[in-house]
């Protein structure tokens, strides 16, 4: 019998890379997000009575708290982060004022409107699921498929609502509207595999989608399995970049693949069950004005570089990138997008490389329209806009130091779907 003992290097590289989030007597172990809106949305996610919004983070670990337990606010985040191993998760306040019932309007798919009254403190997600009820049976719509979208008066074009935040985060008062609207079919759009090695190899590898998603372009031509959801290539790369694919004997600069929504596999039980946050999931994709920029159309191709570049991809992919989403852009007057976190990626399109690569960066972008009347929606990502582009770095978790290591077996990819509403 062997035991394997830790390090006290490698103890300490853990503890930087993981915190504790503890809600009562619950505790549970998390990535350390920098940003402080992810960690936000991890706390919600794992104590799901407590919306996003509603979150209030807490320590009385610094010599500064004096013992008391002391709210950590966004200002500071960044800053204690590494100094703390248990944050207290407790829910926000709120003033007898604004912890109310709003009597609103909710519109289904049909064009039927009902009268209904509605706690501000009720998740989006359990408020859909509750509305599903009526829609299984009326149009047979499950919660997974249903989109909400708060409009003052009723009109379409309203902001779309993110389920792990409250009904009251988006200001909603006696007389609006949610309107609920069927999801749109979503194309996952020309993902690219460039696999850089520092000699020539022969490397398999292994494409899986879950079941929201079905394969429906890939190159070089290969076989798939499952409906569409499983694929392999063999390739020998070379020291150019430049890959052989061995079945067709074809040579390729990347290798390329897209998918459409399986609608088939949407579950049809209307049950609530929070969706948990750092999944990402086709069908349930969204961008809201805590986790996205907002910038002008003509804006846009600059901001991309400038990020891309940070997100380790080289003038081809960058331009690549632009120019295959710039017509899609150039349909909107303000574009709101962001970048997935590459372990929520991993988990939708789970990509399997052996040899194992030394650095696997993945970039995928979702990205939205933004009509000029809607702005004042989105205030918070106005100014993200305004910061340095580095923080994508953090968000999708990038390897900097390794990412352009030319001496290592490096895999890049890239991808792209635009949220329609």
């Not at 519109?107 to 509305?131: C, M």
């Not at 349930?284 to 920029?293: C, K, Q, V």
Request: proline letters at 5%; glycine letters at 4%; aromatic letters at 8%.
């Amino acid at each position: 019998m062997s035991v394997t003992l830790l390090s006290e290097e490698t103890k300490k590289t853990q503890n930087l890379q993981l915190l504790t989030l503890k809600h009562g007597e619950n505790r549970v172990m998390v990535g350390r997000h920098r940003p402080y809106n992810l960690m936000l949305n991890a706390a919600s996610k794992h104590f799901p009575s407590i919306a996003s919004d509603m979150v209030r983070l807490q320590t009385n670990e610094l010599d500064v708290c004096e013992g008391h337990y002391v709210d950590i606010t966004a200002e500071i985040w960044a800053d204690v982060i590494d100094l703390l191993d248990v944050v207290e998760v407790t829910k926000r306040e709120v003033d007898e004022e604004n912890s109310s019932k709003v009597t609103i309007k909710v519109v289904f798919p049909s064009g039927e409107i009902q009268t209904t009254e509605v706690s501000t403190e009720l998740r989006v997600d359990k408020f859909i699921a509750d509305a599903s009820q009526t829609l299984m049976g009326t149009s047979g719509e499950c919660p997974t498929k249903i989109r909400a979208l708060h409009s003052k008066d009723g009109r379409l074009g309203g902001l779309a609502m993110r389920g792990n935040r409250s009904i009251g985060s988006y200001s909603i008062k006696d007389g609006h509207s949610i309107i609920l609207r069927v999801r749109e079919p979503s194309r996952c759009k020309r993902p690219v595999i460039y696999l850089y090695s520092p000699s020539d190899i022969d490397v398999s590898v292994k494409l899986s989608l879950i079941p929201e998603w079905s394969l429906s372009v890939i190159y070089p031509v290969v076989a798939t399995e499952d409906h569409g959801q499983h694929l392999e290539w063999n390739v020998r790369t070379h020291q150019d970049g430049s890959l052989t694919e061995h079945n067709s004997g074809l040579d390729v600069s990347y290798l390329f693949w897209e998918a459409e929504t399986n609608s088939q596999a949407f579950p049809r039980s209307p049950a609530y069950k929070p969706q948990p946050v750092d999944t990402f999931s086709p069908i349930s994709s969204s961008l809201d004005d805590m986790d996205s920029i907002v910038i002008p159309v003509d804006k846009a191709t600059v901001y991309l570089d400038k990020s891309l570049k940070v997100l380790g991809l080289h003038t081809e992919a960058r331009t690549s990138f632009i120019t295959y989403w710039l017509p899609s852009f150039l349909k909107h007057e303000y574009i709101a997008l962001r970048f997935v976190p590459q372990a929520a990626y991993e988990r939708a399109a789970s990509l399997s490389i052996s040899p194992q690569p030394d650095v696997m960066t993945r970039v995928f972008m979702l990205f939205r329209g933004v009509s000029k009347e809607l702005l004042a929606n989105w205030s918070n990502a106005q100014m993200q806009a305004e910061k340095d582009v580095i923080w994508w770095a953090n968000v999708v978790g990038v390897d900097l130091a390794r990412v352009g290591d030319m001496t290592l077996f490096r895999v890049l990819e890239w991808g792209g779907m635009e949220v329609l509403i």
